[in-house]
């Protein structure tokens, strides 16, 4: 007879994975290694009206949250896996995704949400927890939750600029130490860096150069340093001054509490990066991004929502 389901045999540190699929038929040379993985009863299963295997249950919640830049693998013990088609930013729908985990016998598990992403990699994986469960169910969750759950979006190839603030670096006192990690930060990315260029403590210079750049059609304009409430320190001023849109001044990361988000009504982003991103293993930076790249415009509640898990130092 004809297996209900797939059966998993483990061996510590040899394999873990399907030794008999889902369809398989019972041979008598078969029995041997059922033994051993434990099967001294084989149960074969008659699926009634109206009910679903979990694996048919399983791609139903894969088109369900599916969405652009993602393909689901095959079904395997009842689970479905997804994986990124491109380079980009992997995103969820958390109040959906919520719902869909609160419904009974339903478990869908996923990385953070706003987490780079290459091609291939696995972002989300799903299940039914029963064998067999009721299609209404399933018909009840393709209706109330409209996807998409998931999503990756591709990173734009975009144009940046990066300004080095401070006197000690344009005369020579020191070098400039804090525009390589931003170039190392952009290599991951399709950007081109333009400028890069030292440009002094002067809230007017450094108001000039944003404003150039803003009317080259640079996309990303970077200003390193300058960031605290020190009145020497004249960045902040500097990116109000030329006119962007301020998104917010201070954010509930650690490191990065000075940093600043700004747009121009173009679409042109301005950061001011507070000295821990220079030095930090991850910081305001890391979170902030890949998510421009990729076309999010934040508000100030984006960054409200990182406090929880922004405390890296």
Do not use: W
Not at 20 to 44: A, C, N, Q, S, V
Not at 79 to 95: M, N, P, S, V
């Amino acid at each position: 007879m004809m297996l209900a389901h797939d059966h998993t045999q483990i061996i510590i540190d040899k394999f873990k994975g399907v030794r008999f699929p889902k369809g398989h038929i019972i041979r008598e040379e078969d029995i041997p290694l059922l033994l051993e993985m434990g099967k001294e009863t084989i149960y074969i299963l008659e699926i009634e009206a109206g009910m679903l295997h979990e694996n048919d249950a399983a791609a139903i919640l894969s088109g369900i949250t599916m969405g652009q830049n993602l393909r689901a693998g095959a079904t395997q013990e009842g689970k479905i896996e997804l994986f990124a088609e491109c380079d980009g930013l992997f995103t969820i729908d958390a109040q959906k995704l919520f719902q869909l985990n609160l419904a009974e016998h339903v478990v869908i598990s996923a990385r953070e949400n706003h987490t780079p992403v290459k091609t291939g990699e696995k972002v989300a994986a799903m299940r039914v927890v029963p064998l067999v469960i009721e299609e209404s169910r399933l018909a009840a969750l393709q209706s109330s939750v409209l996807n998409p759950v998931f999503e990756v979006l591709p990173y734009r190839e975009l144009t940046a600029a990066i300004f080095v603030t401070g006197n000690e670096i344009s005369s020579g006192r020191i070098k400039d130490t804090f525009s390589p990690v931003v170039l190392k930060m952009l290599s991951a990315y399709p950007v081109e860096v333009r400028i890069v260029k030292e440009v002094g403590d002067e809230l007017a210079t450094i108001k000039a150069e944003i404003e150039q750049a803003h009317a080259a059609g640079i996309d990303l304009i970077f200003c390193t340093g300058g960031m605290s409430v020190d009145p020497d320190d004249s960045t902040p001023g500097a990116i109000r001054a030329a006119g962007a849109n301020i998104v917010t001044y201070g954010t509930p990361v650690f490191p990065g509490a000075m940093f600043m988000l700004a747009y121009f009504k173009n679409g042109t982003t301005v950061m001011g990066l507070p000295g821990g991103v220079m030095y930090a293993r991850k910081s305001i930076l890391d979170l902030v991004l890949p998510r421009v790249i990729a076309g999010q415009s934040l508000a100030k509640d984006d960054f409200a929502n990182m406090a929880i898990g922004g405390l890296f130092s």
